[in-house]
C-alpha cells in the first residue's frame, strides 16, 4: 500500500481510474477536505489503462454528445492545467456505414450532434478514402467525419489527475482492497478495507466493472456486467499517414488509429465474453485478421507486435449509471460507462463534484441514475464501439 490508512474521512472515492481520479481531483479543488481514494491494485489498471484511448462527442443520445463535449473541452487544456501531456492527437473520428438502417440512424445523430456544435458531418466513400487512405471502400455508403475528436493516452491522464489530486490534499491509497461498505438503517458508516475500516458518511463508487458487488455490500443495485474486449498493436507500418483518424468500420466494430509507428487494432469478439476473464483470444485474432483483409487488405503481411484485454463495464441500455442512490444516503456512483468511460472521465468528475456539494451540474444526468431501469425507462446508446 502507498501510505499508511488514515482512520477516517469525509469522502471515500472507490477506484483509482480515470473516473475516480478526476472526480478527486474535483472534489479537492473545490475545496473539500479529507478526501481518500481507495484502489486496489495500481491506479488505472483496471480497465483506464487498457482503453484505447478514444475522445469523442459522437453519440446518439443527447446527455453523452453533452458529456463528450465537455470532456473533451478539458481534455483540449489537459497539458496546461494539470501540467501533463497527454499526447491528444485531435485527428478526427471516422465511422464507415454499410447499412441503409445504420446511415438512416447516423444521420439523425449528426443532426443532434450538430445542435450542440459538434462539427460532424455525412461524407461520401471518396472523402472517407482520402482521410484514412488505408481502407478499402468496398460496400460503404457513406461515413460518418468528427474532426476534432481524436485519442490521447490513458496513462498520461492517470498520472495527471493523481498528481493533481494529491497536491490538493487527497490521500490514495493503491494495493488496499474494499471488501465490503457498513451501513446503520441507510447511513453509511465506513468503509472497510483489506487494511482496516474507513470511518466515513460518504461513498462514491467509481469501480467500473467490480461496481456490482460493492455497491450490493452497501444494500445498493448496480445493474453493471464486466464484458472482455480485446487490442492489438501492429508492427510499424511504412508510410503511414500521422493524421490517420480513429476510423470504425461501424457494422462489425472493428475499429483502428495510429499507435507509435504502427497501428492499435479491435472489435467485438464474435461471442461474447462476460466476466472477468482477461487471456488473449485465439479466436479473437482470427476475426480480427478477417475484418483487416476486408476493411484493410493492404496491411495484409502486417504482424501484431502486442496487445492485451481488458473490461467494459456494461449495463443493459449501453449507458452509464451516474447519481445518488435513494435508498443508500450518501452512496454515489458513477460507473457502467459500456466502453465509453475513459473518454467521459473528466465531464464526470466535475458532475459526481457537483452532485457531492449538492449544486445542478451543468449537465443535467438525472436520465441516467440506476433506477431508471425498474421504472423501465433505459435510453439505449447507438455509438459504442
Known sequence: MSAPQPDRAAVVIIGGGVMGLSTAQHLARAGVEDVVLVERGALGEGS????????????????????????????ERFGIEMDTEIDLHQVGYLFLIDDADHEAALAGAVELQNSFGVPSRMIGPEEAKRLSPLIDTTG???????????????ESVVLGYATAARRHGVQ?????????????????????????????SVVICAAGAWSRDIARSAGVDLP???LR????????????????????DFSSSFY????GEGLLLGMAEESDAWGFDLSRSSEWLETLAGAMERRLPSLGDVGIQSGWAGLYEMTPDHN?????????????YATGFSGHGFLMGPAVGEIICDLYLGEAPSIDVSSLAADRFAAASPRPELNIV
Not at 484505447?52 to 453519440?59: D, E, K, P, Q, T
Not at 474486449?229 to 470504425?248: H, K, L, S, W
Open 256 to 259: 483502428f488509429h495510429r499507435e
Open 140 to 154: 460503404i455508403r457513406s461515413a460518418v467525419w468528427s474532426p476534432r475528436d481524436g485519442h490521447c493516452t490513458p
Open 224 to 226: 453493471v456486467s464486466p
Open 48 to 75: 483506464t489503462c487498457k482503453a484505447a484511448g478514444g475522445v469523442r462527442s459522437l453519440f446518439s443520445d443527447r446527455v453523452n454528445i453533452a458529456i463528450g463535449l465537455r470532456s473533451l473541452e478539458m481534455f
Open 320 to 332: 452509464a449509471l451516474i447519481g445518488e442512490s435513494g435508498e443508500v444516503s450518501r452512496f454515489l
Open 229 to 248: 474486449r480485446q487490442v492489438a498493436i501492429t508492427e510499424p507500418i511504412a508510410g503511414i499517414d500521422p493524421r490517420t483518424p480513429f476510423t470504425v
Open 172 to 200: 490514495i491509497l493503491t494495493g488496499c482492497e474494499v471488501t465490503g461498505i457498513a451501513t446503520e438503517d441507510g447511513v453509511i458508516t465506513g468503509v472497510h478495507t483489506s487494511t482496516g475500516t474507513l470511518d466515513t
